[in-house]
Each structure stands twice: as structure tokens, then as C-alpha cells.
């Protein structure tokens, strides 16, 4: 019996092809469409927390007590090797590194400005981070006193890859020191602390010139997104500064509860119109065969069975809407994490807030699964004032009348 | 024909509500949305600008780029008797701003420290009115110091102390005074509150040998959206090539920039929104059509034309969307009115925001009669664009077989 | 004003050729432990006005040193003293003494051309360069200096004219990497001070802008004079301002 139901409702939803094609179109675009924004806005965030991360302070920081206040090279972490290779064991990490940082003077010849050195290890920064994608010209090196200088700072100092460039800074014993370096790379980071202001060497050399031990540093940065991780962390190293990447960028945390609370809206909305839209041709098209039932009625049909029927016309719809819009979302999708959308006109603001000129998308499993449970939601809720209306209908009058 | 669309749309009533409703309801969220973002830019932007920064200013070529004591303007007051003429133009000041090291017992600060004119920046910028602790500057105040409540933490001082201040002077040649910590302010802004400082200039001018000479002039409008045209007034009564008129635009770029980039980002997810409600108008508009399809068939046999039909057609979209948009309009319009003169407060706010230089928690809308047109024009002509469809659909049929439609 | 001992040094040791750097050694040993005793008279020339300044300059090495500005009245009992890496200023105007913080230290020294460059530098240009004659012209040899590899220096690289009969420079030209003048130095009016020539007038010139330069005189010039150490310490500050 359920076979015969299951064709007859096939058949019946395509009764009226042009209409039920509308229908199909609609919920296909406004899915694709909606997909398509979600994932553009989840790619921005994730995007730029992710860059965030790897260039900066990873999942968890460690610094001295005050140095994020003072920023005096004096505030290190002694014996920070041992508490690597301590939390390297540790579950959930990664990927641990050491960073060794110190404020000074970039100079060229005709140009100086204030700037940030940071000490490196590139083997460790690379697994860290993969660094070397942040490169956006020269090459990943830090031989031979080679340097690498954020975007900004190098446009800054007028500076390009083989440009040589001298720091000067005060050393742990108080004197000023200089050194040179050659610019062998420029890095875009997004990460726009970084990027107006920093320069990278290899830690060693910069051990050798600030005449700081090799076995200390300013920063231990950890990658391990456990939970349990960040409390282990902390109370193991209670005497220094440990935080979180949300803690240190509490401004993150609020992007992304605005992101989900957006696109929350965004979908209630989408799926009440698109209810609408399925609501107005259902309905329209039991109105037109409403002959028909009452018929089917007559003859000894038992409601139950039109009521599936009605369900199932509605639900064929949804699904092969869902699907037409689940294959354009997924074009879409895909084009943007591939290509992603060209903003470089408003560039300079985009990276002031640590976004990419080009945003690539992100697909998640939980577009289409919400989606599918949203559309069969509507579809089903779609039918009910109709089935009501048949529910209540008398055979005879219904044969009986006009149309 | 168009009491013929009126009989058909009071007949059909399903559709006709629910298109109704439809484009009431995009119209309005359409008009508040748009107005609500405009509003908060504009909000955005004035506070901003509110701190420090003039709607214009007028600076010496190059100062800007290179800066230094080279590129003064030597001569303020030649061109602020100028601008007295200019309508348009709120208030002007002159500042004279320097980089010097602020020192206490124990610490010392690099610091922007800016001779300013207090009875003046009372009225332009919002420095006097983010006092925090002690008094604001007059002219009279000597060597009172009004300094950012940053910058006095890590000075670590106290309303009275004494504070050293080592810089240059406009001929390079060395300043030094001591000066007493008058009062402290707090704007919000983290670099802002731990790098200014000012000075009255009655005081620092003697100090400085800057009488009558600025870094730059700062300028407030009457009206934000009519800088430009206020501005290239300015720069005909300036007559001088090496002087610059600029305005917001160019000083705060990148704010610029942001703020059409969340332009962008909520024009995108509105279109998302329309397109859904097209699509259902569409339907809605076919769906009638098509159960009206003998219909349609038997009035071309008795003589209709295309052009009928379509005029029939149009006529009820017309009628529908004119309803719903009159309606919708003088709502919406007050809506974005009230809001205007009574933003919406979300405590909180300005503390989440500070870093993006959000520094009030209020929320204006946007009152703008050009921008509330262009939205309501654009849903009037998705409508229209709804009834293509359906009319092709009526073409496909040959009259003949239309009229014996089932 | 120590930083301006260096160069003199530099520009009376410098000689021809790869057999001058034991003899530079030499020389520059020999000048480490001098006591120097200077009055300068210093011009200050920029786009808006001029400016002029004197001063009394006392240095032991190249590590110990202290100025004293006796012109113009406004700024005169105004004392400087420099010892190893640390800066102090005196301002009798405001009665304190200020530490000067590393990161003003590298800034340009009240506003004249002469650069943090020259201020920081700790070695000397017979450590930090390679010398090459590129010409010879009479009595009066063109050196090109390039700075070595690991050199922290600024310059692209440095021309300068030696007159050999007095081993003082008459000109050095300053280039940044892309081989284009930045600024470069006059020497004139050299006089003989016991065993050692040296110019008296200076000039250092911004090679983009006219009237950007800044011209030292020194009035007065005393080598091996006695210098208390009294001078070196922070009580100097205040004790010699009046």
C-alpha cells in the first residue's frame, strides 16, 4: 500500500511542474546563498584567530610575572628549555616554542623607528605554525644575521629583501648594542602587532646580543587546544604568567559569540520565509484537488493514507530542494575556500582588523545537517493547516460542489 | 484594466495578503536595517572623531608625512580670520602638539604633550568632558598638566604632583619646565590615554616660542554630512600651496574603510534576505496566476492583448506592494526617527568595543530621506521584477487551450 | 662630546693601504687613554631658522665625557655627562638632573644631522670598514670605505678625501645601500696641536636639502690636559653647571 502511496505522491508533486520547479529553485538558492555567507563569515573568523595563533601566542602563553606589563628584557623565564621539554610531555600538546623578545631602533640610513626583535627557532616555528606560509617575499632565513620584517614595518623604513637594517637595543647588562641584519624575507602575518612592528632572527643570535642565557626566554608558547591542558599549565607554573589565547584576546571570544549568534538569525529567518514559500504552494495544491481526495475519501480511502501522501509530496520536495541547494552550496563553498572573495580595495582596514584582502570560506558538516533538519522541518510543518482542511472534509458535499 | 486588478486582488485574498505582508515586512526591515547600520557608523565615526580628531584639518604640506618643527604653520591666526567667514564651520581651534619625555621621581614617559586653547576644545572635542580625576585646563591654568590616566599610572603620579617635562622646542632648541598635574583624563582609548598630555598655551607657547604658531588647526562642522562641501570652501579661502585641507576622510582611512567593509558584509546578508522573500512573492504571484489560467485564456480569446495582461498583471503588483509600502513607510520612518533622537543603549558596549574605538554605549539610527527612498524604489522593483515569470507562463499558452485549462 | 672625538680619530689615523692597520692599531691604542679638553662652537641650519650654540667639552677615552653649553644664555649651565653606556642631563632652569632613557638616547641629537648612528657607535671605522684608495690627486688620496659583512653601520659606504700631508679629511660623502648620497662632512682649517693635525671647521651637510646642515668650529682645542676625574662623576652635573 505504502509503495502506491509513495507513487502517487511522487507523481502528484510534479502535477504541476512549473510550480513545484519554483518551489525547487527557491529553497536551492536561498540554501546555496545562506551557506554560502555562513561559511564566508566562519572562514574570516577562524581565518584570523588561526593566523593569530600560529604567528603569536599559540593555544596557551607562558611569560614572566610582569612582563606583559613592564616589557623589560629583564622579566624572563629562567630555565625556560627545561619547562619546554617539561610541558612537551604533557597531553594534548602539540607543539611547544621558546621565543626571546626585546624592545629597540630599526635604522636604515635615512630612516628609524621603534620596532620589536623577536628570537626565533624556525625548525620549531615551522611545526608550531607552519611560518614559512607567512612569508610574502624574499625567502625563509635566518642565516647569516638575516632577518625577517613585517609588511608594514618594511614600507615604514622603505626597506626591501637585501636591505640591510641595524637594531640597536639595551642589552641585559644596561649597555646599548647594535647589530646588523640583512632582510631576507617580508612577512604578512595579519597579525597587525606583528606585522607594523617586529622583526624575526634566529634566537641564538639574539641570545649572543642581548648576552642572555640560551636556557631562558620571554615566551613559551604552546599549541594544544585541550581544556584540561590550559589548567595543568597553570598550576604546574603558578609563579609565572600563563594565559590563554582567548584571555589575552578577549576581543575573539566576542567576534566569534557574535558570529554564531548572527548566523543564527540569519538561518531562523531564511528557513521562516522559505516555511512560507513551501506553505503557499502546498496548500494551493491540495486546494486544486481537493475533488480528488474527497473522492479517494469516498471510495473508502482511510485518511491516514492521504495523510502520508500529503507528507510525502511535501517531503519530496524539501529533499530534492535540500539537494539542489546542498550541490550549488557546495559549488560555492568550495570556490571560496579555493579562491575566496577579492576585497583588496578595502584592504587597509581588513588588515587593521586582522583580516586577509581575500577571504577564503570554511565548510562545516553542521551547514548541511542543520539545513536538512530545517527544510524537512518546514515541509512537514507545511502541511498541517491543509491536512486539516481535508480532515474536515464531507465526500459527498466535495463531489457534489463546483469548483 | 486597473479596476479589474483591484476586483481580482480583493478576490484572490491569499495572495494578496500574503504578498501584502511580504513586502510590508522586507520594506521595513530593509529601511531599519539599513538605517540602523548607517546610524552606528555615523555614531562610530563621531565618537571617534569626538576624541581628538577634527571632522578637518588644516596642516603644512609634509607636516604629516615627515613632521618636525619645519613644517609649522607659522602663521595661525592669518588663517583662522579666515574661516570666521566660512558657514558651515562649528568651531576652530589651534593646537601645537610635541614630543617630549614626562618624568617623575622614578619614571620617565615619552608623551605627546599639546599646547591647546581650553575654552576651545571644550566645544570641539571630548577631552574635557573625559575628566577623570582633579579639573580640566582653562586659560589661566598655567602650568597645569592634564594628562591621560594611563600615562599617569605608569608615571605613577597623583593629581598635584610635579612632573618633569624635557623636549624641543619650535627652534629646536632645548625646553625644560616643570609642571603640576592638574587633572586626568580617560577617552577610552588605550594609546591615547597612555601618550597625551596637555598644556594651555597661554603657558606653553612662552615656553615653546610657538605664539601664534600650530601643528595643525583642527575644525568641527555643523554637520557631518556636508564636510566636503565645507571643506573645499576652506581650501579657496586658504590660497596658499603649501598649506592642506583635509578632512576625516583621509585622516581616519582606515576607519573609513571598516566601515564599509561591515557595509558590505551587511548589504550581503540583507540581499540573502530579499532574494528568499523574491522568490516567495514569485511564487505566490504565479501560483495565483496559474489557477487563473482559463481565465487568462478566455479573456485573449475575447479579444485581450499581451500588453493587457501585462498591464492587468502590473496593476496588482503595483496596487499590492503601494499598499503595503505606504503603510510600511510612515512606520518604519518613525521607527528610524525615534531611534535617531533616542539611540538604543546596550551597557557594555563601549567597554567590548573599546579596542575597535567604540567608546558609547548608545546606538543611533540613521535618519536619511535619499537612503530610505532607495531602499523602498529597490523592493518596488523586486516586486515588479516577480510578475515576469508569471506572465511568461501565461504566454506559453495558446488561448485556445488556456480557456480549456483545468 | 665624545662622538665627535671618535671621527677626528678616525680621520687623523687613517692611512693608505692595507700596511696602515698596524699603525692605525698603534695609533688608535695611543688615543684611547688621551685626556681631551675642547671649546666648540656649534651652527644649527634648518628649513625654518638658524640656530647657534657653545660648549665646553671634557673627555677622558672614549668611555668618559662631559659637556658643558655655555651659549646661548637660555640654555647655558645646561651639563651632559656620558659614562660607559648611561646619560645624564642636567637643567639648572628646572634644578634636576635627568637620566636619559636608552630609547631617547638614539634619537638625533637636538636636532642637528648628527644621527644615532653616530652617537651609539662604539667601534671605529678602522673595525667596522675596509679601505680601498680609489684615486690619487697630488697629496690629496680618494678612500672608498665599505663597511664589513657583520659592520653595524647604516652606510652603503663612505668616500673620503685624505690630505696626506696633514692626514685630516677634507670631505667624506655618506651613501645608504642604494649607492645614493645621504649626507656628507666638510673639514677646513686644519691646525696642528702638538703632534696631531685637525680640522677646526666642520660641516655636516644633508646632501638632499640646501639649507640643512650643521657646522662645528672648535675655538679651542688641548690634548693631554690635565682633567680631574671630578668631572666624570654625577656630582659634575650640578658642581660645574654655574
Redesign the interface.
Known amino acids: 500500500m505504502y509503495k502506491l502511496i509513495l507513487k502517487m505522491a511522487w507523481k502528484n508533486s510534479f502535477l ?1 511542474p ?2 513545484t520547479l ?2 525547487i ?2 529553497i536551492a ?2 540554501m546555496s ?2 551557506l554560502a ?1 555562513q561559511g ?2 566562519d572562514g574570516m573568523v577562524k581565518n584570523m584567530i588561526d593566523k593569530n595563533k600560529r604567528s603569536g601566542s599559540g593555544d596557551i602563553s607562558l611569560y614572566a610575572q610582569d612582563y606583559r606589563v613592564e616589557k623589560d628584557i629583564k622579566y624572563i623565564i629562567k630555565d625556560a628549555l627545561k619547562i619546554k621539554e617539561d610541558i612537551q610531555k604533557l597531553e594534548g600538546v602539540k607543539a611547544v616554542v621558546l621565543r626571546l623578545l626585546a624592545d ?2 630599526l ?4 630612516k ?1 623607528s ?1 620596532a620589536s626583535i623577536h628570537g626565533i627557532d624556525l625548525n620549531e616555528e615551522e611545526e608550531f605554525g607552519e611560518f614559512s606560509k607567512f612569508l610574502k617575499q624574499g625567502e625563509i632565513n635566518l642565516n ?2 638575516g632577518a625577517l620584517i613585517g609588511i608594514e614595518l618594511a614600507k615604514t623604513l622603505k626597506v626591501r629583501v637585501g ?2 637594517i ?1 637594531f ?3 642589552d641585559s647588562s ?7 641584519l640583512r632582510v631576507r624575507g617580508i612577512l604578512q602575518t595579519t597579525n597587525v602587532g606583528l606585522d607594523t612592528n617586529s622583526i624575526f632572527v634566529d634566537i641564538k643570535s639574539l641570545h649572543k646580543f642581548l648576552g642572555t642565557s640560551s636556557k631562558d626566554a620571554t615566551q613559551i608558547a604552546v599549541m594544544g587546544e585541550d581544556e584540561k591542558l590550559l589548567h595543568v599549565v597553570k598550576s604546574n607554573y603558578s609563579n609565572l604568567d600563563v594565559k590563554s589565547f582567548l584571555e589575552l584576546q578577549p ?1 575573539i571570544k ?1 567576534m566569534q559569540e557574535m558570529m554564531v549568534i ?1 548566523n543564527s538569525i ?1 538561518f531562523f ?2 528557513m521562516s ?2 516555511f ?2 513551501i506553505f ?2 502546498v ?2 495544491s491540495i486546494l ?1 484537488r481537493i475533488r480528488e481526495f474527497g473522492i479517494l475519501l469516498g471510495i473508502g480511502m482511510q485518511y491516514k493514507y492521504i495523510r502520508v501522501q500529503i507528507f510525502l509530496e511535501s517531503i519530496i520536495v524539501g529533499l530534492i530542494g535540500y539537494l539542489g541547494g546542498a550541490v550549488l552550496g557546495i559549488v560555492f563553498l568550495v570556490y571560496l575556500r579555493d579562491y575566496g572573495l577579492d ?1 583588496s580595495s ?1 584592504s ?3 588588515e ?2 586582522g583580516y586577509e584582502a581575500v577571504i577564503t570560506g570554511t565548510i562545516k558538516v553542521s551547514y548541511f545537517t542543520s539545513t536538512f533538519w530545517a527544510i524537512i522541518t518546514a515541509s512537514v510543518l507545511s502541511v498541517i493547516i491543509p491536512l486539516r482542511k481535508i480532515k474536515k472534509l464531507n465526500p459527498i458535499e466535495v463531489i457534489k460542489a463546483e469548483k | 484594466m486597473f479596476s479589474f486588478a483591484l476586483k481580482n486582488i480583493l478576490f484572490y485574498k ?1 495572495r494578496s495578503i ?1 504578498t501584502f505582508i ?1 513586502t510590508f515586512i522586507s520594506a521595513m526591515f530593509f529601511v531599519v536595517f539599513v538605517s540602523w547600520q548607517d546610524g552606528s557608523h555615523n555614531s562610530m565615526l563621531e565618537n571617534s572623531l569626538k576624541i581628538y580628531t577634527g571632522a578637518i584639518e588644516i596642516y603644512h604640506k609634509d607636516y604629516r608625512n615627515v613632521g618636525g618643527n619645519e613644517y609649522l604653520i607659522p602663521d595661525a591666526k592669518s588663517i583662522t580670520d579666515k574661516l570666521s567667514s566660512i558657514e558651515g564651520i562649528e568651531a576652530f581651534s589651534t593646537r601645537y602638539e610635541t614630543y617630549g619625555l614626562l618624568s617623575s621621581k622614578e619614571h620617565s614617559a615619552a608623551s605627546m604633550v599639546a599646547g591647546i586653547e581650553p575654552e576651545k576644545e571644550k566645544v570641539l572635542s571630548s577631552i574635557a568632558l573625559s575628566l577623570r580625576d582633579g579639573e580640566f585646563l582653562d586659560k589661566n591654568s598655567a602650568n597645569c598638566l592634564y594628562a591621560g590616566v594611563e600615562l599617569v599610572k605608569k608615571l605613577k603620579l597623583h593629581v598635584g604632583d610635579e612632573v618633569t617635562f624635557v623636549g624641543g622646542a619650535s627652534d629646536d632648541s632645548f625646553a625644560a619646565d616643570i609642571f603640576k598635574l592638574c587633572g586626568t583624563f580617560k577617552t577610552g582609548s588605550f594609546e591615547f590615554d597612555s601618550t597625551a598630555s596637555f598644556v594651555s598655551r597661554a603657558y606653553f607657547d612662552e615656553l615653546m616660542y610657538a605664539k601664534n604658531m600650530a601643528s595643525y588647526i583642527t575644525i568641527k562642522v555643523k554637520n557631518l554630512d556636508g564636510v566636503d562641501r565645507v571643506n573645499s570652501e576652506i581650501s579657496k579661502v586658504l590660497d596658499d600651496e603649501d598649506l592642506e585641507s583635509l578632512t576625516w576622510k583621509t585622516l581616519m ?9 561591515d557595509n ?2 551587511g548589504y ?2 540583507l540581499s ?2 530579499l ?3 523574491f ?2 512573492i ?3 504571484g ?2 495565483n496566476v ?2 487563473r489560467i482559463k481565465e487568462f485564456g478566455v479573456l485573449k480569446c475575447i479579444g485581450l492583448s499581451r500588453a493587457n495582461i501585462f498591464s492587468l498583471l502590473f496593476f496588482e503588483i503595483f496596487i499590492l506592494s503601494s499598499a503595503a509600502i505606504v503603510l510600511a513607510t510612515p512606520i518604519a520612518g518613525y521607527i528610524c526617527y525615534y531611534y535617531t533622537i533616542n539611540p538604543i543603549v546596550i551597557e557594555g558596549f563601549a567597554e ?2 573599546k ?2 574605538g567604540v567608546v558609547s554605549n548608545e546606538m543611533p539610527f540613521d535618519f536619511n530621506i535619499y537612503t530610505m527612498s532607495w531602499n523602498l524604489g529597490l523592493i518596488y522593483i523586486l516586486n515588479f521584477l516577480s510578475i515576469l ?1 508569471p506572465y511568461f ?1 501565461i504566454n506559453s499558452y495558446e488561448p485556445i487551450e488556456a480557456s480549456r485549462h483545468v | 662630546m665624545r662622538r665627535i672625538i671618535l671621527p677626528i680619530l678616525m680621520m687623523t689615523t687613517l692611512l693608505i693601504a692595507s700596511e696602515a692597520e698596524n699603525i692605525i692599531k698603534k695609533l688608535d691604542d695611543n688615543m684611547r687613554g688621551q685626556n681631551i679638553y675642547m671649546q666648540i662652537s656649534m651652527k644649527i641650519s634648518s628649513l625654518s631658522h638658524v640656530r647657534t650654540m657653545k660648549m665646553q667639552s671634557y673627555s677622558q677615552g672614549t668611555k668618559k665625557s662631559f659637556v658643558k653649553i655655555i651659549y646661548p644664555p637660555r640654555e647655558k649651565g645646561i651639563t651632559f655627562l656620558s659614562l ?3 646619560m645624564w642631563q642636567y637643567v639648572p632652569k628646572i634644578e634636576r638632573v635627568i637620566k636619559i632613557p ?2 631617547m ?3 638625533k641629537w637636538m636636532g642637528s644631522d648628527i ?3 653616530d652617537m ?3 667601534s671605529s671605522i678602522v673595525e667596522d670598514y675596509d679601505p680601498k684608495i680609489i684615486k690619487r690627486d697630488g697629496s690629496v688620496v680618494t678612500i672608498e670605505l665599505t ?1 664589513k ?8 659606504k663612505i668616500i673620503t678625501n685624505i690630505d696626506t700631508t696633514t692626514y685630516t679629511s677634507k670631505k667624506d660623502i ?4 642604494d649607492n645614493k648620497e ?1 649626507r656628507y662632512f666638510i673639514y677646513d682649517k686644519v691646525k696642528k696641536f702638538g703632534k696631531y693635525y685637525l680640522p677646526t671647521y666642520w660641516r655636516v651637510q644633508s646632501s638632499d636639502k640646501e639649507n640643512r646642515y650643521t657646522e662645528i668650529i672648535l675655538e679651542e682645542v688641548e690634548y693631554d690636559r690635565d682633567i680631574s676625574d671630578m668631572y666624570f662623576q654625577n656630582s659634575a652635573l650640578k658642581r660645574f653647571s654655574r
Open positions: 504541476r512549473a510550480r519554483l518551489v529553485t527557491m538558492v536561498s546563498m545562506m555567507i564566508l563569515y629597540g631602533l635604522s636604515t640610513a635615512r628609524s621603534f647569516k644575521r636591505s640591510k641595524i640597536s637595543a639595551q644596561g649597555d646599548i648594542n647594535s647589530i646588523a576581543m566576542q548572527f540569519t529567518i531564511v520565509v522559505v512560507i514559500g503557499g504552494v496548500y494551493v486544486d576585497l578595502f587597509d582596514a581588513l587593521m582588523w | 491569499g500574503t511580504l582611512k582606515t576607519m573609513v574603510e571598516a566601515m564599509e567593509v558590505v558584509f550581503i546578508s540573502l534576505f532574494v528568499v522573500i522568490f516567495v514569485m511564487i505566490y504565479f501560483i496559474s489557477s567590548m568595543y579596542d575597535y515569470y507562463y | 660607559d653606556n648611561q636608552p630609547s638616547m638614539l634619537q644621527t644615532n648612528d651609539v657607535k662604539q663597511p659583512e657583520d659592520a653595524a653601520v647604516v652606510w652603503g655618506f651613501y645608504d645601500e645621504v
